[in-house]
Nanobody, 119 residues
Framework: QVQLVESGGGLVQPGESLRLSCGVSGRLFRVARMGWYRRAPGKERELVAVISYNGAGTNYADSVKDRFTISRDNTSNTRNTLNLQMNNLKPEDTAVYYC?????????WGRGTQVTVSS
């Protein structure tokens, strides 16, 4: 059973930082692309950032470039970790953030963590 569990969300003021983490556990024979998505109130879910299986390739939404950094730690074949360092947060970054991973050729989603940026 593969599970993705996000952590690190919260309430911050504009300009502050947060670090999200996603623990991927289970029988991880192959963990390919991983990424973060978000859904703001009243909007569709959108891509925030993705990272390749070995961490060598990354891609970001234009709205978060130069502020967010995605990284991953392929610790073992039973646990991987995906991170998102978010700096200079803006009110428009307020959303539920979801972790996504392609594990053993199947897509998996976490349940999400709330990030609220407000003064």
């Amino acid at each position: 059973q593969v599970q993705l569990v996000e952590s690190g969300g919260g309430l911050v003021q504009p300009g502050e930082s947060l670090r999200l983490s996603c623990g991927v556990s289970g029988r991880l024979f192959r963990v390919a692309r991983m990424g973060w998505y978000r859904r703001a109130p009243g909007k569709e879910r959108e891509l925030v950032a993705v990272i390749s299986y070995n961490g060598a390739g990354t891609n970001y939404a234009d709205s978060v470039k130069d502020r967010f950094t995605i990284s991953r730690d392929n610790t073992s074949n039973t646990r991987n970790t995906l991170n998102l360092q978010m700096n200079n947060l803006k009110p428009e970054d307020t959303a539920v953030y979801y972790c996504h991973a392609v594990v053993n050729y199947s897509p998996y989603w976490g349940r999400g963590t709330q990030v609220t940026v407000s003064s």
